[in-house]
Every structure is written in C-alpha cells, then in structure tokens.
C-alpha cells in the first residue's frame, strides 16, 4: 500500500493550512490495520485504524469507502488521540448524592442496584417514571437493545435521543412530504450534479469532507456548476458560492416560497413531475401569491434581485442537490422549512434521478441508525410509528410481548423528558453517550431538572463531563475502537466498525450494559445476546417488508462492502437513490406537496434583547468537546470560544476585537471575547455550542431557548433574543 497516497488524500483543508494528524512516528508497515468509521459526523467516513499493542497509533481515511474515498478531516485523523486520556471511565462508581465522592463499584453490586430502584419506582410510580436519554453516537446494536428493553418489557416509551436537537425535524420532513423518512440521495450524486443548494449549513465546517467534494466537483467546471449558499453568516462555505444570500436567521420558509414562487412565474415547474407523482399542488400553489420576491425580501432582509436570481439558478440547472443541516432543523418551524426545501425539488421534478434531490446532513455518526431501530420516543424499530396500532401489535408479536404490552403514548421527547425530571414525575434518568448539560438550549433547567431525581445514571467513556458532574451512578463503556457493531451514515449507507483493540479496565460495549440489566430486570431470554452480531440478526428481521429492509446485509458481507438500504437479500445490492420510480410510500404512490407558511421564531428580539443569537459549531470540535476538546492539535484553530459580531454593531456598543463580551438572554448568560467581523448580518451574533461550563463561563447554552416546533419537537438553538455587554477587562492585582 502506499501510504505516501494516502496522507495525501486525507488533506481536505485550505492550502498553507497545518495538517497536524500524524499521531504516530512508528512506522505504518509495522501497525495492524483494521477497518472502521470515524465516529464524529454523519459523513460516516471509512478509515482504516492502526493498532500495535493494544494501542491505536494512526487512523487514515479508507480509500474504499464510498462516503470518502481515503478523504479525512483532521478530527478523524486525530481519532487516536482521544483514547487513552486520564478521564477515562473504566470502572462502575456509585454515590448516595449528588453531593457526595464516588466510590468505586462492581458491576454486580451497580447493575443490582439500579435493578432495585427501576423496579421500585416501576411499582410505585408506573414506567413512564422511568427514562433513558440516549445518543447518535451509539451504535445501532446498541439502540436496538435499549429500544426493545423500553419500549417492549420495562413499558415506558421514554426513550428519546439527542437526535432530536439534530435530525428530529428533516425525518418529520421526510414523513410528510414524501411519505418515509430517509434522503433520497448518495454522495455520489455530488459528482453528478450541476447546481448545489446548501441552507442552513456551514459544510465547510461541520461536514468538512462532504464540502471538498462539492468543492472538487465545482473546480471541475466552475462556470456551468453552480453553488448558492443561504446563510445569514458569510461562513467558508459561502465563500465558495456564486450565489450568497445572507438572509434573516429563521426567515428560509419565506425565501423558499419565494423561490417556488418565481419559478412558477417563469415557468419552470415540472407539470408533468406535478400531475402524475404529486399531490396538493393546488393547496401550496395558493399561498404562493402572499411570497413576491418583494414581499419576501422585506421578511428575509435580502434584495429581491438575490432570490429571483437564487430561483432561476435552480430551476434551470440540469440537476439539483440541496443540502441542510442544523440551520433548518433547530427552529420552531423545522419541519416546514424541510417541507419547504423539499416543494422545490418535487415541483422541479429533481428527484429520484442522477445529482439531485433533497440532502440533509446528519449531525451524528449513526443518527440514521437510531431512527431506523426505533431510537426516538414516537418510534419503534423498522421506521415503524408508536403511535399506529398495527405497527405495535407487529412489534408485540414479534417480541413475543403480551398484546397492548407497548403503550400507545408516544414517549416524552428531550425537552419534555427533563421538563418531567423537572416536575418529579421522571424518577430515574438514564443518560447514556451524550452531555445533556451542556447540549440542551436553557441549561439552567436542566440543571434544576436532574438535581431533582432521585437516580442519574451515566453512560459514558469519561468522566468528568459537565453532566457526569451530577450522577448518582457511573457506568464505564467501551468506545469507538474498543467494541464492533454498525452505524448509518447520512447517505443511508451500513458500515461495519471492527473492534480493534480492548476497552480500559471494566468498561463494556453498550449493548452488553443494558442485556446485564435487562436479565437482572428479569428478560433472560429476551436478552441472551452474545454478541453485537446476535442483535444485529434480530434487528435485520424486523426490517423485512418495510422500506429500510436490510435483509440481505449480514456482517460477512459489511466486511467486505458498504451497503445503502433498502437491501432487501443476499443478491441486492446497495440502493443510491430511492424514488427512481417516482413512485413514494404513501397511500397513493404520489408525494405530498406541503403548504407551508413562513412563521417568526418563537422569541423575537425586542427594545430589552436587541440582537439575534444564533449558534453553530466550528470545523475542528466536535459537539461539547469531550473527545475533540483533549487534542492540542485540534484546539489550535480555535482554543477558545468566541462571540462573533458585526463590526458596525461592536463600534455601537464600544467593544473591540478580543474584548470580553457577556451574551445575555431571558434565561441566561454566558461570556466571550468578541470576533469582529463583516461576515455577519448587523443585528446578529454568532457563538460556537461546544464550550461547555467545564471551560469556564462559555456555556451559551445557557442562555438559548427551549422552545420547540410543534410537530417534531426539535427545540430553537439557532435564534433567540438576546442583549449584548462589554465587560471590563479584569485588572491584575498588584
Ligand atoms: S468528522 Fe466527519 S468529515 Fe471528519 S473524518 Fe469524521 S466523519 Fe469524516
């Protein structure tokens, strides 16, 4: 192999720019190389993992993986860096409160005490008193064991994800407009296409490889491949644009309509796309009127000119790929904006064809996986729905549970479920793989919130993280490296990750964590796994009919290929695109056009809180920095947090560059200097989430709202109101 080719491959960043991911000086040819994912985005990158000694020394990108082709970013790179750091979990720990030190515990002894508890407060109080708070980081093993134990023996449909800050509102989208969840498309269809939308995400940083390839694919012809970006932040991504439209945080349903509303008018729509594989065209065609270019550009902020111009692009591309992630999706109208995007390819007809569609950009390694196994509260496994009776009684029969043994209530969703821990009516709370107190918007209830039960337990690989700070009870797990199982990457695609080397001390995959209780909950034979391949085997049968059918891919063949769904046996292969047919999985076979009406977030800024506050992540952390916040290489771009702010607003308020800056909301306050800048709207300012209050007083978590969109429950990190306020600097003593 030639390794030289490889280092090469994986560098996606700017010229000049410091690659610093050689973690290793022992040479290549002396490692063992295994196969696996990177664990941080939804890319789902392929890497190849060199071990020696129980140790891992070096990862790089696989140059067969279809999601990367040997392509890394520099927090996959630095994968081996985040093992073997002093915070690591490797042995259970207990303690009375809160308050109190930890001491060191075995599994019999920890395990039998939260048996005795759960089954205490199920008594008492009935299960839904009980919750688990799980994650996208987990593998998919591991969400099905967790989901079936829930949802189908303790009782309680309590079992929600931190996918639901993420990719809550694109499967709502998905649902609605075009009848299953899923994206339609494959990153192969970045090399086909001739026009890329991307709102409400910065790709550059937070799904850096993804954006070298529109990068690559758009330097291949720069004239006739077009890139429009609609960000109210003039990010790496827009700088890549023909087109930038820095609209008003939280206004894209009007730019949308608007969009839909000139290319109707110019006479770009698909009739023959409308009439014979959609419905409720009419509906949506009538409140197009109220969207003009004008009267949009009055909402959005921007110049009609820029969204006429946005419009015509995009419909008179031969091909269209719109990507979204976050900028979307954390709004109180998610899901219409993601009903939104997705009007604009059916009425265009980009869909189920070569380079376009719809394309949200999963935040989570294995988002997708949690969905397709049942991994929020309002789901079962298969993509099947609690709250339809015959999907139920399929999951009741297919767990051999008694009949009306799955409770017909959808689960509390995240935001709901620490309202509940909040209202004492949740007693115990199961946070596994995931740092709630310093990921969910109004940290402070949160915190008032698992002050109040009467059990915490964590799951994780370190401890302290900001909400390890308030367990009861530690439980030590294996991570990326250390256990094998799948994940599901943004493009619908299963990878298999090898287990590579031994986790620390104690610590044990997921899965086999939640099979112990279950056994000590008295499910023996419900949950006699042996292995992450017994689960899987379990899991795939429950696919069978429906539209994530993964029938034909077995762990033999993830060692060999990565599969897309639907593979429904051993002689499919893997499925790019779906809806090629044109044909979609609702009662009709015909797509739902939605009509959807722009609605202003759910706290506007007014005299008192003057500005937007808007939040993001930055190319080199990831999320609240436990794994990524250790590697001094990645702290190098960005050590600290920061407040980004227009230079016109900063020269209002008297701050200058690198001043400190208290950000102040109705709910809470966090501090940072401030980043001066004109690639920001006037009115609007900008903090990276992944400071937690571990780092200090950067949490702006604490000050964001927990408002939520009605439909799927997906909260508002991306705009509240807020003030802003020079603080002066600290004199030193003398
Ligand atoms: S963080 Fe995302 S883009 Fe970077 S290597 Fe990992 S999966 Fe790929």
Redesign the pocket.
């Known amino acids: 192999m030639n390794w030289k080719n490889f280092v090469e491959m994986m560098v996606?960043y700017e010229e000049g720019e410091e690659t610093l991911w050689e973690t290793s000086s022992i040479p290549d040819k002396e490692l063992r190389w295994g196969k696996s994912?990177?664990?941080?985005?939804?890319?789902?990158?392929g890497?190849l993992v060199g071990e020696k000694e129980g140790k891992i020394h070096k990862v790089r990108?696989n140059p067969e993986h279809p999601?990367?082709r040997g392509?890394?970013?520099?927090?996959?790179?630095t994968l081996p860096l985040m093992l073997d750091t002093p915070d690591r979990l490797s042995f259970p720990s207990l303690r009375e409160k809160a308050s109190s030190e930890f001491e060191r515990a075995n599994w019999e002894k920890t395990l039998g005490f939260i048996a005795e508890k759960t089954k205490a407060v199920l008594k008492n109080d009935g299960p839904e008193a009980f919750a688990f708070y799980i994650s996208g980081q987990l593998l998919t093993e591991d969400y099905y064991v967790v989901n079936k134990l829930a949802k189908g023996f303790l009782g309680t449909n309590n079992v929600d994800s931190n996918s639901r800050l993420c990719m809550a509102s694109a499967v709502a989208g998905y649902m609605t407009s075009l009848g299953a969840d899923g994206p339609p498309t494959c990153y192969d269809d970045i090399e086909e296409s001739n026009c890329f939308f991307l709102i409400g995400t910065n790709t550059a940083a937070c799904?850096?490889?993804?954006f070298q390839r529109i990068k690559n694919r758009k330097a291949s012809n720069p004239k006739e491949i077009k890139v429009i970006v609609a960000d109210p932040r003039r990010t790496r991504t827009a700088e890549m644009a023909d087109l930038h439209l820095p609209l008003k945080p939280g206004t894209d349903v009007a730019l949308l309509n608007a969009m839909l509303h000139v290319i109707e008018k110019e006479g770009y729509l698909d009739q023959a796309f409308i009439r014979n594989h959609t419905a409720d065209w009419e509906k949506l065609k009538n409140i197009l009127p109220l969207y003009s270019p004008e009267k949009a550009a009055e909402i959005c902020g921007i110049e009609a000119s820029l969204i006429r111009e946005a419009a015509l692009l995009f419909a008179k591309a031969s091909s269209a790929l719109s990507f979204w992630s976050m900028g979307l999706n954390q709004s109180s109208s998610g899901v219409a904006k993601n009903n939104a995007v997705i009007n604009l390819h059916l009425a265009t007809g980009k869909i189920g064809k070569p380079g376009s569609g719809p394309f949200s950009l999963t935040g989570q390694?294995n988002a997708m996986g949690g969905r397709e196994t049942g991994g929020l509260a309002h789901l079962l496994p298969g993509h099947r729905l609690i709250g339809n009776e015959r999907h139920r009684a399929e999951m009741e029969q297919f767990w051999n549970v008694a009949e009306g043994r799955i409770s017909p209530t959808p689960g509390l969703t995240a935001i709901e479920l620490f309202r509940a821990v909040e209202a004492g009516k949740v007693k115990i709370i199961w946070i596994v793989a995931t740092n709630p107190l310093a990921s969910i918007p109004n940290l402070n209830f949160v915190k008032a919130a698992l002050a109040k039960a009467e059990l915490v337990i964590c799951q994780d690989v370190y401890h302290p993280t900001e909400t390890t700070h308030m367990a009861h009870v530690l439980l030590p797990a294996a991570q990326w490296s250390e256990r094998d199982g799948t994940v599901t990457n943004s493009e619908r695609r299963v990878s298999y990750l090898e287990k590579i080397r031994e986790p620390p001390g104690e610590a044990k995959p997921d899965w086999q964590i939640f099979c112990e209780f279950a056994r000590r909950m008295g499910f023996e034979k419900e949950f006699s796994f042996e292995s992450a391949e017994d689960i899987y085997e379990e899991y795939k049968k429950t696919t069978r009919g429906t539209g994530v059918d993964i029938g034909g891919v077995s762990y033999a063949r993830l060692k060999k290929e990565f599969i897309q769904w639907p593979c429904p046996d051993e002689h499919a292969g893997s499925t790019p695109r779906l809806y090629t047919d044109f044909r979609f999985p609702t009662s009709d076979g015909r797509a739902r056009f939605q009509a959807r009406e722009y609605a202003p977030p759910a706290e506007p800024t007014d005299e008192a809180y003057p500005f937007i506050l808007t939040t993001g992540r930055v190319r080199d952390q990831?999320h609240t920095m436990t794994r990524t916040g250790k590697i001094d290489s990645l702290l190098k771009a960005e050590p600290y947090a920061f407040l980004e702010l227009h230079r016109d607003d900063a020269e209002k308020l008297g701050i200058g560059e690198n001043e400190m800056v208290e950000v102040h909301t109705r709910r809470g306050f966090a501090k940072a200097p401030a980043h001066l800048s004109e690639n920001i709207r006037p009115g609007t300012c900008f903090m990276p989430f992944h400071w937690g209050s571990l780092w200090g007083e950067a949490d702006i978590n604490a000050a964001t709202v927990d408002a939520f969109d009605p439909i799927s429950k997906q909260p508002e990190l991306k705009f509240c109101a807020a003030r802003l306020t020079r603080l002066e600097p600290v004199k030193a003593e003398t």
Do not use: D, S
């Open positions: 996606v994912v990177c664990p941080y985005c939804g890319v789902g990158c890497v990108g999601a990367n392509l890394l970013c520099a927090k996959g790179g799904h850096p490889v993804t390694p990831w």
